[in-house]
């Protein structure tokens, strides 16, 4: 290799012109391969899997799916001229106001003529089936878990636990019903009942969507709304899902519905400067006791209405 | 000439010295000034679309295609460095700005010293440690890594 000194003005430039030349030529060779992709890409796959929140799932438990984020990446999907969507939904349902805000979302999308397919593969119960009830067509692996047409709410309760310890809880309340949830008092038969009556009322909406997004009658879908999970095979044969199959046959009807050929793009959730800078390091880090702890609380003991 | 008017001429001397933070950041920022107007033409679209989506000044969405063709340009720009610096010992901006590498330019050590472009981790945290370095003791890290430097000659007249 030659030092700088040692080349001349006139072999430098060329040297200069020829790298360039060739790196623009690699660039655009590049651009080509990947950009002829994209611009033709005419279907975006959006995964929803995990439990759906209405929050951005945070940092180390970051395997779920928040409503924020679907919308955001359905809104892309539109923006950037897709005729399709696939969700890809592996979930076992969330929170009743983030499911729904991604249907409200979906039936938006759908007004606007863009073909919504929900692709439900190992499990799309509860929450994940309302969102992919929402959608123009479902397609189901047949060993699938879905329907799950119901809502629950539960949390753990302590104060037997404390009274047999002999520790006091000190409990300033103003309102009957405000410590509703509250793990360390006694849920009486009056907050009971109140509480039964919302899980009642959010379930009425739930049996309501799945009747209007499906062509059912109310009866009928009341009567799968128990609660009970369907294999995907028996909820094609109650007509909770249209098709048994997988990605082929989602993208299948994609094909038949936009009426030519069809070339996908998957969507993935937002990254940040610092989420690329730290990432890798978070990744290969196991959660620690409080963490696990701290995620528990949050997820399985809630009072809030959850669709799973 | 005779002898004695010779020492009477004004004499002048080479001083090579590290480059500054200034005229390497003056060299870098016309690199990428070339670097956008001739390298980056043919991502300008996804450069676009993705500046469209920009919401806060840090996050960004991309879907998976375009975070390859991110990835590419980013190898297209540490391939222009490490190309000129092999072959010329300096980039354009570096010929510009008067600065040039100097002490180990084989292959290993221009890779290495450039490392600091790609946009992954670990090399990311460079973008904060290069800078640092270079700013307090005019040698980056990974400078002293690869054993080369980046020097501004200069003649002085005495």
Sequence with gaps: VKKAKEIGMGQRIWTSILILVALLMLGSFFALLLGTEDANANTAIIKISGPISSDEADGLFSSGTSSTEIIRELDQARDDGMDAIILEINSPGGSAVASDEIGQKIKELRAENITVVAWIREVGASGAYWIASSSDHIVANRMSITGSIGVISSYPEFDEFLQEWNVSYNRLVAGDRKDIGDPFVNLSESNRMFMQAKLNRVHGFFIEEVARNRNLSMERATALADGRFFLGVEAKDVGLVDELGGKEEALAYVGRSIGEDVSTVEYEPESSFFDDLFGLVGKQREPTASELLQYLKTQQSSAVPLLR | ?158
Excluded at chain 2, 75 to 87: I, K, R, S, T
Excluded at chain 2, 98 to 125: C, E, H, M, Q, Y
Excluded at chain 2, 135 to 157: C, N
């Design chain 2, 1 to 158: 000439m005779s002898d004695y008017q010779h020492l009477l001429m004004p004499r002048t001397a080479r001083i090579v010295q590290q480059a500054s933070f200034l005229r390497r950041t003056g060299a870098f920022l016309l690199d990428l000034l070339v670097i956008d107007f001739f390298l980056a033409a043919p991502f300008a679209s996804l450069l676009e679309r993705l500046a469209g989506r920009l919401q806060d000044g840090f996050t960004i969405s991309y879907t998976s295609t375009e975070l390859v063709a991110i990835t590419l340009l980013f190898v297209v720009m540490y391939a222009y460095f490490v190309l000129f610096e092999y072959l010329l010992g300096q980039t354009i901006g570096m010929m510009l700005m008067a600065t040039k590498l100097d002490g180990n330019d084989t292959a290993g050590a221009i890779l290495l010293r450039n490392s600091f472009i790609l946009p992954f981790f670990p090399f990311i945290v460079f973008w904060i440690i290069e800078p640092v370095a270079i700013l307090f003791w005019r040698r980056g890290a990974l400078e002293y890594l690869s054993r080369t430097r980046t020097t501004h000659q200069r003649q002085v007249t005495m």
